[in-house]
């Protein structure tokens, strides 16, 4: 097994890795649109050839990145290719000089052995102005916050215009 970077041809795969996760919710879903945009942004998990598991980081600046979109084909899992996605996404916020990585999640135990640590979403304002802030389940999240590194000091996106409605909703 090894990890590479995703160029486009592996869209098609990485949108089919993804899919089979989406539709319970333990994955957001992607079209196959956002994936060529974002090709950029993932890495791949090959085994003789074949890609089976797939996972992002978005760069949000050098205080913040997200990790996302990660997963390994069922038959595959529990060999180590998770923990090898992790890690390659993390050598690439290293190198873009990253100081936090956070990602959310239904399967926090994953990623503590990863050395994530819980946190508030509200300590990640970029993330919940970028996407939690339009999630119909903006009151009701199931999903736990994880951080590796410093919590960001400041937000680089701007506040949505509803923020504070939604907030009072
Ligand atoms: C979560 C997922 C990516 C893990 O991939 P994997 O290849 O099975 O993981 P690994 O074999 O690298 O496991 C690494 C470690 O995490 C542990 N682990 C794996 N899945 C776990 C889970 N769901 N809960 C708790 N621990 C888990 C393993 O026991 C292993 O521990 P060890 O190093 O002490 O042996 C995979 O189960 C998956 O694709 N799940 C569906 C999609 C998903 O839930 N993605 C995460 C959403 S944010």
Redesign the pocket.
């Known amino acids: 097994m090894r990890t590479r970077k995703a160029i486009l041809p592996d869209a098609q795969r990485i949108h089919g890795l993804i899919s089979a ?1 989406a539709g319970d919710g ?2 957001l879903p992607r079209t196959l649109a956002e994936i060529c945009k974002d090709i950029r942004d993932f890495v791949v998990l090959e085994d003789g050839g074949a890609i089976i ?1 797939c996972g992002a980081l978005h760069l949000y600046g050098t205080h913040l990145a997200e990790i996302r979109s ?3 084909a069922s038959a ?10 992790v890690k390659a996404l993390m050598a690439e916020a290293k190198k873009q000089r990253v100081g936090c990585i956070c ?5 926090p ?2 990623f503590a ?1 990863l050395g994530f640590k819980t946190a508030q979403r509200e300590d990640l304002p970029d993330k919940i102005y970028k996407d939690c802030h339009s999630c119909p389940r903006f009151h009701a999240c199931d999903e736990v916050a994880m951080v590796r590194g410093e919590l960001p000091k400041f937000a680089i996106l701007p506040e949505p215009a509803n923020w504070l409605v939604k907030l009072q909703a």
Do not use: M, P, S
């Open positions: 996760y333990t994955l598991g990660i997963t390994v595959a899992q529990g060999r180590g290719g998770g923990g090898r996605l990602l959310f999640t239904r399967t135990d994953f052995h």
